[in-house]
């Protein structure tokens, strides 16, 4: 049953921007507009935007996910390695936070041990140019 792209949007959870943003993306096909009438969707297109809204989820960038969408069930080495990039892609991320978290620790410890009405250490840490 075809959909029209508010019915589309409406049953994939989307907005009607969203569809349009896949669609410029290349990620969606639009399908042709008929003389006098709406453009009319397959029933497949909500799983499609399902498929990109949970890859998008798991981490995936847009691109990632064209990807994704160029391959089948029978490339699953090739999806398997674009999982494994983004998973050591997550795990760096993660690392690359832990870090950062560190640094945001010792400038707050740094605020509540030297504690002056004056002059704020967190600002001074910002402010002071790298080494």
Known sequence: ?????????????????????????????EPDK?????????????ARIRFIKRAQQAGFTLREITELLSLDSDHCRDVRNIAEQKRQQIDQQIKDLAALREVLDRLIEGCQSEPSSEKCS??????TPPD
């Open 122 to 127: 967190l600002i001074d840490a910002f402010s």
């Open 1 to 29: 049953m075809p959909l029209t792209i508010g019915k589309l949007a409406k049953q994939a959870g989307v907005t009607i921007e969203t569809i349009r943003y896949y669609q410029r993306k290349g990620l969606l096909r």
């Open 34 to 46: 008929p003389f006098n009438g709406y453009r009319q969707y397959p029933a497949e297109a909500i």
